[in-house]
Nanobody
Framework: QVQLVQSGGGSVQSGGSLRLTCAVD????????LAWFRQAPGSEREGVAG???????SYVASVKGRFTISRDSAKNSLYLQMNSLTPEDTGMYYC???????????????????????WGQGTQVTVDS
């Protein structure tokens, strides 16, 4: 049964913006941390941003200051606002539900694929120079 359904994405010029949306099953939304991952051609899947059930967030260094992860409990939805996009941001983006590791000395850790068991179908983001 599908629990995460993505929308958004597409093609944009360098410097442009896109917003990704992930509609999440209610039980999943309330139970798990949520995150966005991406995979570029020829590269491994990487965690982009995560948000836990206390609304704490984490980001991979390359997107800090440009991307914002958020969630809306009234809509059971997860969002990724992407600004100042560059060709290096091109890839397939996935939302996922699971767990974020919070380390005492480092704070909320960047999402790891191994910690996320429920996945959206993916959506392509292409940034042209």
């Amino acid at each position: 049964q599908v629990q995460l359904v993505q929308s958004g994405g597409g093609s944009v010029q360098s410097g442009g913006s896109l917003r990704l949306t992930c509609a999440v099953d209610g039980a999943t939304y309330s139970t798990y941390d949520l995150a966005w991952f991406r995979q570029a051609p020829g590269s491994e899947r990487e965690g982009v941003a995560g948000i836990d059930r206390s609304d704490r967030t984490s980001y991979v260094a390359s997107v800090k200051g440009r991307f914002t992860i958020s969630r809306d409990s009234a809509k059971n939805s997860l969002y990724l606002q992407m600004n100042s996009l560059t060709p290096e941001d091109t890839g397939m983006y996935y939302c996922a539900a699971g767990y974020l590791l919070n380390l005492q000395g480092l704070g909320l850790m960047t999402p790891r694929p191994v910690d996320f068991r429920l996945w959206g179908q993916g959506t392509q983001v292409t940034v042209d120079s």
